[in-house]
């Protein structure tokens, strides 16, 4: 079971909330972290550099976190296949859905997004499933 931690969920959602609308605000673009990687990936869109410093950022913030001395306990309780399966699905999605959970569920449903709302429900839906099958059909 994952531990509840509000007061850090909380502050992960407001920190993820106004990365995204500064970002809106001084270069007019979703922050979807699809749409910021694939910027990176040759052909290179000719706005690289706040892309770079996006994903560096989301690199850089957890490395100084434990760099610091702080615990940052996780577990994966499922084999390396699993995960690269996982993976390629996520990808496949992305794909077919034009976007990924951040650029949907976060950017998309604050503009009011219809296609957004589709895309979020749908990934949640399929998130519930999975889920369930998983730990209460399958029993892994």
């Not at 940052?72 to 990808?91: E, F, K, M, N």
């Amino acid at each position: 079971m994952t531990e509840f931690t509000p007061w850090f969920s909380l502050a992960g959602g407001f920190l993820i909330g106004l990365s995204s609308v500064l970002l809106m605000l001084f270069h007019g673009r979703i922050a979807g972290m699809t749409g910021i990687v694939s910027g990176l990936i040759p052909p290179i869109a000719s706005d690289w550099g706040w892309r770079v410093a996006f994903v560096a950022g989301a690199i850089l913030a957890p490395a100084i976190i434990i760099a610091s001395g702080s615990p940052v306990a996780y577990s994966v309780p499922v084999s390396q296949t699993s995960l690269v399966v996982g993976g390629i699905i996520v990808g496949l999605g992305v794909f077919f859905s034009s976007g990924c959970t951040s650029g949907h569920g976060v950017c998309g449903l604050a503009r009011f997004s219809i296609r957004s709302l589709a895309a979020t429900v749908t990934f949640m839906a399929v998130t519930f499933i999975t889920v369930y099958v998983i730990r209460h059909v399958i029993g892994a």
